[in-house]
């Protein structure tokens, strides 16, 4: 688990070397804003040149590696103070959804010593709903249509309050998670994502087509989705703001999905390369995908994206199919036909020929750090 992980960092989207960079700093249950202010910086030379290399490189066109790179250097100078800052766990105490939705924010600044180094500050601490809320409100005109039917339905709903954090990815965000002694993959809902509308829309024709015919779906290994993790302002956020705008009342957001937990090896891209992988194994999985897909489209339903990374393989060796949004990935589905039952056999198919090109050139390959497929979900 990291001790730090830099959520996104920010800059003016025309170029300017002046430009102010801020980071978003994930950090032992709190929240973290970086600012570093040209302006600021300029009482130092050294330190304004080195913001302006910075700038040249953020502005460059395919270079992800070299831009994540100034991030981590521009994040280490703050560390000792956003340890300092940030609130010290509990030992064996139990952790709750509700501390990762809404944490502690600190507004750090960079400032210049006499030296010329960077010098951390700290600048502010904000209440929890002055730094924007997770999830979407559940009245939202595009939202209302596709997540009323689930409200309506007997789907189980809770508050984050109420759900317990197991583990968390490598990014920080909670993932196994246990409600009501039942261990889910928790997904976090991301306002304004088509992808999840249309996500809502295929599990909902999941949960229909199980209640009418129970048998159907029964055995077929897929990701379903469990229950919804709705948050009412009233209950979650503090002091909030007397002068406040209408629209900025407290009302219900949907935060995220509880869905399937599929304890994991990796995904089918991750393990079938492998050399100890054996032919059996890629045609079982070949087999079981096949027979996935045939009944979602029995029940209405379209993959929408499938690629070997859209599939899960669990301890025991089978084959699960995960992720529900809909879209397409080139090379595996075409454009025109995402999101379909012909772009579900088109990807399937060259699933397969993916498979059998493994299985005619076995190679070995050299096991990176990190790469063995381990707990996970979707």
């Not at 030296?115 to 209302?144: M, T, V, W």
């Not at 100890?276 to 379209?302: F, M, P, Y």
């Not at 379909?340 to 493994?358: H, N, P, S």
């Given at each position: ?245 209408e629209k900025d009342y407290p009302g219900t957001r949907l935060v995220g999905l509880l869905l399937t937990y599929i304890e994991n090896r990796g995904t089918l ?88 090109r493994w299985s005619r050139q076995p190679v070995t390959r050299i096991k990176r750090s990190g790469e063995e497929g381990g707990e996970g979900g979707v």
């Amino acid at each position: 688990m990291q001790n730090f992980y830099t959520e996104s960092t920010t800059w003016d989207l025309k170029f300017n070397l002046d430009s102010d960079i801020t980071l978003y700093v994930r950090h032992r249950g709190a929240a973290f804003r970086i600012c570093y202010h040209a302006h600021i910086l300029a009482a130092s030379p050294s330190a304004l040149k080195q913001h302006h290399e910075s700038c040249r490189i953020l502005y460059k066109d395919d270079a992800d590696e070299e831009c994540c790179k100034v991030s981590d250097r521009l994040r280490k100078p703050f560390e000792d103070l956003m340890t300092e800052i940030a609130p010290t766990p509990l030992t064996g105490s139990t952790e709750y959804l509700h501390s990762y939705l809404y944490p502690p924010w600190f507004i750090l600044e960079a400032r210049v010593a006499k030296s010329g180094y960077i010098q951390p500050h700290f600048k502010a601490a904000l209440s929890r709903q002055e730094f924007g809320r997770p999830g979407e409100y559940i009245d939202n005109d595009f939202l209302q249509p596709h997540l009323s039917p689930l409200l309506d339905s007997k789907l189980n709903k809770y508050s984050s309050y109420h759900v317990q954090v197991l583990a968390r990815t490598s990014q920080l965000v909670p993932s196994r998670v246990l409600v009501d002694g039942t261990v889910y993959f928790f997904k976090p809902w991301i306002s304004g994502r088509m992808h999840g509308y249309y996500e809502l829309q295929s599990y909902r024709k999941i949960l229909a087509d199980t209640e009418a015919s129970p048998s159907f779906l029964a055995g077929v290994r897929i990701c379903r989705l469990h229950g919804l993790v709705i948050d009412n302002d009233d209950d979650v956020l503090q002091h909030y703001p007397l002068d406040s705008d209408e629209k900025d009342y407290p009302g219900t957001r949907l935060v995220g999905l509880l869905l399937t937990y599929i304890e994991n090896r990796g995904t089918l891209e991750d393990l079938a390369p492998w050399s100890d992988c054996t032919n059996e194994d890629r045609l079982r999985w070949s087999k079981q995908i096949h027979h996935s897909v045939e009944c979602l489209h029995g029940a209405g339903v379209a993959w929408g994206d499938a690629k070997p990374d859209n599939v899960l393989v669990d301890m025991e060796g089978d084959a699960w199919l995960i992720d529900f949004g809909g879209s397409y990935t080139p090379g595996w589905v075409d454009e025109d036909k995402q999101e379909a039952v012909e772009g579900d056999r088109q990807g399937v198919q060259r699933i397969d020929d993916w498979l059998t090109r493994w299985s005619r050139q076995p190679v070995t390959r050299i096991k990176r750090s990190g790469e063995e497929g381990g707990e996970g979900g979707v």
